[in-house]
């Protein structure tokens, strides 16, 4: 890639998130929704501690709800962006320019960075103010912050990517991936511990990424006392490193792949079809 | 007129049983406006595409720029602007913004400003482009397809679902641009009059081949049906399209010995013979291959 098509993308994608910060149905129904969702949670029934443990439930919910943002942002937002991008032409738009595709890659990722980043300092900010979390005080647990958020990052934005070739329309992508991702997050230890849930569904959280964000994000912030509420009574680190770095690799291998094919399938004629496909469905 | 720009020999395309295109023809020259006419269905679109280099064809050969456009690199690409007809990108984008954003990519982009100025969009310049008509939506996607000053623009039924004035407000600047800027032009379109205004040729497209190319006036007298003769014998109406009118009406003035009772000689129109001319090669009709064959000739022509 060249610095020309970067800086292009780079003032794109910048662009493109000062547009999704200004539009207030985004913000309401994205952000603010989620941010809201916590704070209901944490202080309807965050005052206790979790059962066994002398960790508290609501910050358990913070560290929990900082991995799902992670999540949600990568596996919901950058998908329907994606396919709209796809819907609407963005996607041919650019292929009609030289140099138009590595600027809009770095344009996705750009608004897909700055959209995480975001939400994990809303949700920061918001566990901060409403429930007994605090910043971390070792450099030890800044580092397994940073590098959890980034390898968790890693994890699941080629995913989405991946995903945002492969689903029809933005429509679609919402209904199609909101009820897996809502169990995802009931099954991953975002509001309670995953021990409290039977063993299999246990299995089904450690195979997603969400999980592990969630249980390293739980070892900076919660005490060692937590761990008798974890699998194993262990933070499980490297497990945690292995995992987010699989997923990590398995999307790098796929996503350029399937955005390649995506963008050269892409024709004024497919989009005539899919924006047909669109108005019968609006008929409806 | 200067250099070929556009060269396509038997341009195959194929989904998987069905053939869209059955060896398209075409030769455009720089400086040109070229339109490629027919009707839904005929190809248009997809030949279009395979020449924008956005289509892989099955079989045949293809120059544009001296390039095989399934092979076109970027600075291929930066001699070329395209227009669609079904772009809604970029909805949430400043007309300006979007504009200034698509020309950076360009070595010499044209001023974003005098292109809007030029286009008319100057008031529009801080609207969101998702709040645009279509006929102001179609002249932005214009100045995106000209901002990077493209030797040849491609233009996909520029005109579809236009009001009379917007499209020939719309007209006036395609011949504003082949006329100022020197611009070689193709378009599809499925409206005769459209073709007949705006292009120097114009290729008759049906059922994925070239049924007829050439000037709008050369074409008019290759493609025009045959006259009808009307006359009225025995007390019935009789009619007949015979390959020379006027040897059968003077063999029915000699066969009348006189005056021929309600002798009539009707020429079509340049529209019903065009219709024509799709109806006789539509998909299934057996005119097709007779057509396709005629295609050189015709060429020659009316050239």
């Known amino acids: 890639m060249n610095r020309k098509a970067l800086g292009i993308g780079l003032r794109r994608g910048w662009t493109e998130h000062v547009q999704f910060l200004r539009d207030r149905r985004e913000m309401a129904g994205g952000l603010l929704a989620t941010v809201g969702m916590f704070v209901v949670l ?90 007994p979390l605090t910043l971390p005080a070792a450099a030890g647990d800044w580092l397994t912050l940073l590098w959890v958020l980034a390898l968790g990052t890693l994890s699941v934005v080629p995913l ?39 063993e299999p569904v246990r299995w089904v959280a450690q195979a997603f990424p969400l999980y592990w964000q969630g249980l390293g994000l739980r070892s900076v912030f919660l005490p060692d006392s937590m761990l008798a509420a974890e699998i194993g009574g262990s933070w499980r680190p ?21 955005l390649r094919r995506a963008a050269r399938r892409e024709s004024g004629t497919r989009l005539a079809e899919r924006q047909e496909r669109r108005a019968a469905q609006g008929a409806f | 007129m200067g250099a070929t720009v556009i060269t396509a020999r038997g341009l195959r395309m194929r989904y998987g049983r069905a053939e869209v295109l059955r060896g398209v023809d075409l030769e455009v020259r720089a400086g040109e406006v070229f339109a490629l006419l027919g009707p839904n269905g005929a190809g248009k679109t997809t030949t279009i595409e395979i020449l924008e280099g956005f289509r892989r064809r099955s079989a045949g050969e293809a120059r544009v720029l001296g390039t095989d456009p399934g092979k076109g690199g970027d600075a291929w690409r930066a001699r070329i602007g395209v227009v669609l007809q079904n772009w809604r990108d970029h909805p949430r984008w400043g007309v300006r913004r979007l504009l200034a954003h698509v020309a950076e990519f360009y070595d010499r982009p044209r001023d974003p400003d005098e292109l809007l100025d030029a286009l008319g969009l100057t008031a529009q310049a801080g609207q969101a482009v998702g709040r645009l008509s279509g006929g102001q939506r ?166």
């Open chain 1, 42 to 131: 944490a202080r309807w029934q965050g005052g206790t501690d979790v059962p066994g443990t002398d960790a508290s439930r609501s910050v358990l919910m913070a560290a929990g709800f900082i991995a799902f943002s992670v999540s949600s942002v990568a596996l919901m937002g950058l998908p329907m962006a994606v396919t709209a991008d796809r819907e609407e032409g963005a996607l041919l738009r650019l292929r009609t320019v030289p140099g138009g595709m590595p600027a809009y890659l770095v344009g996705r990722a750009v608004t897909v960075l700055a959209q995480i980043a975001t939400y994990v300092a809303l949700m920061l900010a918001a566990g901060l103010a409403f429930t």
């Open chain 1, 160 to 198: 989405g990517a991946a995903l945002g070739t492969l689903l029809p329309g933005p429509r679609n992508a919402a209904s199609i991936l909101s009820l897996p991702l809502m169990g995802l997050m009931v099954v991953s230890g975002v509001m309670f511990p995953v021990t409290e849930l039977p």
């Open chain 1, 238 to 258: 490297l497990e945690t490193a292995a995992v987010l770095g699989a997923w990590a690799v398995a999307g790098l291998l796929v996503a350029p792949w399937l």
């Open chain 2, 138 to 303: 179609r002249r932005l996607d214009v100045a995106l397809g000209i901002v990077g000053r493209p030797e040849l623009l491609f233009l996909d039924e520029p005109t579809a679902g236009f009001d009379p004035e917007a499209r020939d407000g719309f007209h006036a600047l395609v011949e504003r641009l082949a006329r100022e800027e020197g611009m070689t032009i193709m378009l599809t379109t499925h409206d005769l009059a459209e073709a007949e205004r705006l292009a120097d040729r114009i290729a008759i497209l049906v059922a994925g081949s070239v049924a007829v190319c050439g000037t709008p006036s050369g074409l008019a007298s290759v493609v025009r049906a045959r006259s009808e003769v009307r006359w009225v014998e025995g007390g019935a109406v009789r009619s007949e399209r015979p390959d020379d009118a006027s040897r059968l009406a003077y063999e029915l003035h000699r066969r009348f010995a006189g005056p021929v009772p309600g002798l009539e000689i009707r020429r079509p129109s340049l529209e019903e013979s065009y219709l024509d001319l799709v109806r006789r090669a539509g998909p299934d009709g057996p005119g097709a291959a007779a057509f396709a064959a005629d295609g050189p000739r015709a060429e020659r022509e009316a050239a």
